[in-house]
């Protein structure tokens, strides 16, 4: 389960993410491109404005395909530590059911979700369009003011689905911590990061324990088929799998804003 570490007020910061101010939250907005008849996995970096949560009823902005169920309309499919994956799609059940129409439904209920989402969560959006679309997630910014850090329980000896709770990429090198990391010589024996993109699907990362005689290659994140220190970062927007291959423990990310 996520929990945010709270600080104190809010105050404006301009300039992020195509940001606006509003009173003293700072909201800002990302779109984001998606694949058609197919999956793309999103991170939510935003809250709602004036709270923490986001509804899922609210989470994008864009043009969707409905249907009467999962089969026929596009989906958002979100992960979470306690439920593993909730299904939702969006609805057009024809005429003479307007009041239903155009509303994300949770799979097995007949009215418009109220769920929310937390930043840091992720979601994957299922596409059965052909037509590739843009989406747009918008909502209030979570400063250092406002949110100091957020922590995330990693599953044990599994993958935990995550996102940065902050709308700006963050380095794989030193955007987080998680104490007792596993190192190893490559993915097969060490804790690993997974980032999705559009472009590339997932591209991999795993912690370094060389052993004896390599100290300058351990204990540091390393791409997987390259050999040293990564500069990559997880981007804003973007979602990810830790997968972690001891007991369960915490990663944080700090606030970077």
Not at 71 to 77: F, M, P, T, V
Not at 171 to 198: E, H, K, M, R, Y
Not at 216 to 242: H, L, M, S
């Amino acid at each position: 389960m996520k929990k945010l570490v709270t600080a104190f007020a809010a105050c404006a910061l301009a300039g992020l993410v195509n940001a606006q101010v509003e009173s003293v939250n700072i909201v800002g907005y990302q779109t984001m491109s998606t694949l058609p008849n197919d999956y793309t996995m999103i991170g939510v970096n935003f809250g709602a404005v004036g709270g923490a949560s986001i509804p899922v009823k609210d989470l994008f902005t864009g043009t969707f395909l409905g249907g009467t169920g999962l089969g026929d309309a596009d989906q958002i499919l979100v992960w979470s530590v306690e439920a593993g994956y909730t299904f939702y799609y969006y609805t057009d059940f024809g005429e003479g059911f307007e009041e239903f129409n155009n509303k994300w439904f949770r799979d097995g209920e007949y009215t418009e979700t109220t769920d929310v989402v937390q930043p840091g969560q992720a979601c994957w959006l299922l596409r059965k369009s052909s037509a590739a679309s843009d989406v747009t997630v918008a909502g209030e910014v979570l400063t250092s003011n406002v949110v100091a850090s957020v922590e995330f329980d990693l599953l044990a000896n599994d993958y935990t689905m995550i996102a940065s709770p902050y709308p700006v990429d963050i380095p794989i090198a030193n955007g987080f911590t998680v104490p007792g990391l596993i190192g190893g010589t490559g993915l097969g024996d060490a804790d690993q990061i997974l980032v999705w993109s559009v472009g590339a699907g997932y591209t991999f990362y795993y912690y370094t324990d060389f052993g004896e005689g390599f100290e300058e290659f351990n204990n540091k994140w390393f791409r997987d088929g390259e050999y040293t220190e990564t500069t990559d970062v997880i981007p804003a927007g973007a979602g990810f799998w830790f997968l972690n291959k001891g007991a369960a423990k915490t990663l944080t990310i700090a606030s970077p804003i």
